[in-house]
């Protein structure tokens, strides 16, 4: 299969050098990280270990056409610059996977590419990058993926196998929107206390006071969803909130990360859309409100 990748940061990387090992990849990123992929290749230690050629760009100039899959990696609130860009790979048979944080991703690739085209996936595999050329992989997750029909079509189960076969850990949603949900309360409750507390995720659990403003998080946010129409357990996403604390204890979140190199985070695609619901539908969103303007001052200082 011929995939281009958008978004070659590091999750983007990890999955590029993954699928690299049955299919044919392009990278598409920024440099230095690009050039020094192009001159030396691309290394990855941690639970991963790899080094190997992979095709790079800066652009899709140099991209030949056509694709058969388009994966978006990229933040949140660059996926209107970046499926714009990517339009003149898309045909009729091109498959475009956002593989992205944040709640409002579909509504942008909307704007350019046939619904019947996009297929969208979560994903709790943890990569860092370490230098231009290098990342880590700092923890083993999996990737769930689904058509927005919720059907397990034949593509669906293509794609499944050949992200198995890469050794990406993939099963198939009837439901990939309420997963995307799902995904988007852990991340709320996560990733800003960790931005703020300049923590790894383990800390939020070792700290009783952050255990605490984590579980109330995430009731305010699992209220909002249910205000959506999500029929989700309090009880459960606690649970799958502290799962996946204990599973990436050691990493620092993305929004961390962002943080430290000096770039905008994808907090107003993640805690402030689901302000905007609560809002919509009179739920208290007092909480993930205050993580925003808390974001925003840190970032301001």
């Known amino acids: 299969m ?30 230095p990280h690009i050039s020094t992929i192009k001159k030396h290749g691309l290394k990855i230690d941690g639970k991963t270990k790899l080094k190997l050629k992979l095709n790079a760009e800066t652009s899709i100039n140099n991209v ?11 933040k949140s609130y660059d996926t209107k610059k970046a499926i714009a860009q990517a339009k003149p790979l898309i045909d009729k048979r091109t498959i475009v996977l956002s593989l992205q944080n944040g709640l409002d991703n579909i509504d942008k690739i909307k704007e350019v590419v046939n619904p019947g085209n996009i297929v969208l996936g979560v994903t709790t595999n943890g990569a860092l990058f370490l230098e231009p050329g290098a990342i880590e992989h700092t923890g083993k997750g999996t990737t769930i993926i689904g058509e927005l029909s919720g059907k397990k079509t034949n593509r ?6 050949i992200f198995n076969r ?35 995720n383990g800390y939020l659990l070792e700290n009783p006071i952050l255990e605490n403003l984590t579980e109330k998080i995430c009731l305010e946010s699992t209220n909002i969803a249910k205000s959506k129409g999500y029929n989700l357990s309090y009880k459960n996403m606690i649970t799958k909130t502290k799962d996946v604390i204990r599973n990436t204890s050691n990493n620092y979140s993305s929004m961390l990360q962002s943080h430290i190199q000096g770039k905008k985070s994808e907090i107003e695609e993640i805690n402030g859309e689901l302000i905007d619901t609560g809002n919509k539908n009179n739920v208290d969103t007092s909480l993930n409100e205050m993580l925003v303007l808390s974001l925003a001052s840190l970032q301001a200082s």
């Open 166 to 200: 890469s050794k990406i850990e993939t099963s198939i949603s009837d439901n990939i929107l309420r997963d995307i949900w799902i995904k988007a309360i852990i991340n709320s409750s996560i990733n800003p206390l960790t931005a703020f507390f300049k923590c790894k």
């Open 156 to 161: 669906i189960n293509d794609m499944a196998n």
């Open 64 to 74: 030949y056409k056509p694709i058969d899959l388009l994966i978006l990696t990229v």
């Open 2 to 31: 011929k995939i281009v990748i958008m978004g070659a940061g590091a999750i983007g990387s990890l999955y590029g050098a993954l699928l690299s090992q049955n299919n044919d990849i392009f990278l598409i990123g920024r440099d």
